[in-house]
């Protein structure tokens, strides 16, 4: 029921009209992303995950080192969710990490560790989209929850309940 096929979901996501070839001004060196991030464009791969395509992240990160330097020495946003939370890369780590918006400004109880790979938040994320479609198909929520639960915990231990957006 949530079986997703990372490369196929990958492939659902416009390609940018000229691929990035020069990524010296992205700190991260997570493949995946750096792939992402210079073949994509932006993309709503559901409701809580609006990706950014590079340019997008590059005025984003510029923003919070101009405005929030100590932020931007640590982390690199990725993404946002429409709803004024967003979604960070660990610089060094590499792990993805969620801002609570409702906590203020940046501040240390705002940021989430979901330690997640970038690989495996896209996979989050596609999940979290079968789940909307599924939901949007009016299918009973009791029959889809256990298999929801289970695709998640199989990313990571406990992820359902470490996901920021309760779906139940």
């Keep these: 029921m949530f079986d997703i096929n990372f490369e196929s979901e990958l492939n659902k996501i416009d390609i940018r009209n000229n691929l990035i070839k020069k990524l010296d001004k992205i700190p991260v060196k997570d493949d995946i992303y750096l792939k992402y991030i210079s073949k994509y464009k932006s993309e709503e ?60 400004e940046y501040n240390d109880s705002g940021f989430l560790q979901m330690n997640l790979s970038f690989e495996n938040f896209l996979k989050l994320g596609f999940l979290v989209n079968k ?7 009016d299918m009973d929520e009791d029959i889809i929850k256990p298999f929801f639960i289970e695709a998640l915990n199989k990313i990571r231990k406990d992820l359902y309940n470490d996901y920021p957006y309760k779906y139940f």
């Design 45 to 104: 791969i559901n409701p809580d995950l609006n990706l950014f395509d590079y340019e997008k992240a590059l005025n984003g990160n510029n923003y919070l080192k101009n405005n929030f330097p100590e932020i931007a020495k640590e982390y690199w946003l990725i993404a946002d969710t429409g709803q004024g939370d967003e979604w960070f890369m660990n610089i060094k780590n590499e792990n993805i990490i969620f801002y609570d918006h409702n906590k203020g």
């Design 131 to 137: 789940l909307e479609n599924y939901l949007d198909e």
